[in-house]
């Protein structure tokens, strides 16, 4: 398997626990948004969920692939843009 | 169709005429408005500021996709969709979500469906700053579904 680069982000009280806001990271090519989860949880308990219909599940970080939600299945492909973030509270 | 992010206050009321300035006249005969602005306590605790995160490449985006997705469901001439990020202080306005429709039902249904989709999904996150310190806001609870039917309340 080759390996692809992606860029990575996170937003909110996630940046400030992980202490970053980005990294480029080189991953297994068809690694899914929950592996790579796995690899910079650093110590976050909440798995990745999806805005549900209700918002999303209490305590669930979650995840876009190129600016688009996207669940932990999601594969990725070189040169794509993933972000991390909490439950979003605008409005 | 209008999506803008503001770094700095805003007037709503100003921003509804000026929109509607722009429209046919006499063409929509209803237009819905929600304005959301700071207050001085959330969840208990005494706020003074407030600073709002986004995703720059995507929040825009995403609220115009949510436009686009409310004129499959609704017939409306405009929306109209302006959020503060950055620092807020209290009592300024944060959001402006506005439809306007030829009648009242779409020009409803479509402005309530786009605040609460904003609400839900829209990447956006406040940091309270207050006497007691700072604190990110979590949602509050399931948000209220949008009533699919007429309704005024």
């Known amino acids: 398997m080759s390996r692809i680069t ?10 400030e626990r992980l202490g970053r806001a980005e990294d480029r990271l080189e991953v297994e090519e068809q690694a899914s948004v929950g592996a790579l989860w796995e690899r910079v949880r650093g110590g976050v308990a909440s798995d990745v969920g999806a805005p549900g219909a209700a918002g999303p599940p209490p305590g669930a970080i979650l995840a876009t692939v190129n600016l688009e939600y996207a669940r932990a299945e999601r594969l990725l492909r070189a040169g794509d843009e993933v972000a991390f973030f909490p439950p979003v509270t605008g409005g | 169709m209008s999506v803008r992010l503001l770094d700095a206050s805003f007037d709503p009321w100003a921003e509804l005429a000026a929109t509607a300035a722009r429209l046919p006249v006499g063409r929509c005969g209803a237009c819905a408005a929600f304005v959301g602005s700071m207050r001085d306590y959330n969840a208990g605790r005494e706020v003074e500021s407030l600073e709002l995160e986004h995703y720059p490449d995507m929040t825009r985006r995403h609220l115009e996709r949510l436009i ?23 009592g300024d306005p944060i959001v402006l979500v ?6 009242r039902a779409p020009a409803f249904a479509a402005s309530r469906s786009l605040m609460e989709e904003l609400k839900r999904s829209a ?3 406040k940091k309270e700053f207050g006497p007691d310190g700072n604190a990110w806001v979590t949602p509050g609870g399931p948000a209220p579904q949008a009533p699919s039917t007429h309704h005024t309340g």
């Open chain 2, 123 to 125: 990447p956006f996150w």
């Open chain 2, 68 to 90: 686009e997705e409310a004129r499959r469901r609704w017939e409306f001439e405009a929306a109209l969709i302006l959020h503060r990020v950055g620092r807020v202080t209290v």
């Open chain 1, 6 to 15: 992606i860029k990575v982000k996170y937003f909110a009280s996630l940046r």
């Open chain 2, 98 to 103: 506005a439809v306007w429709a030829v009648h």
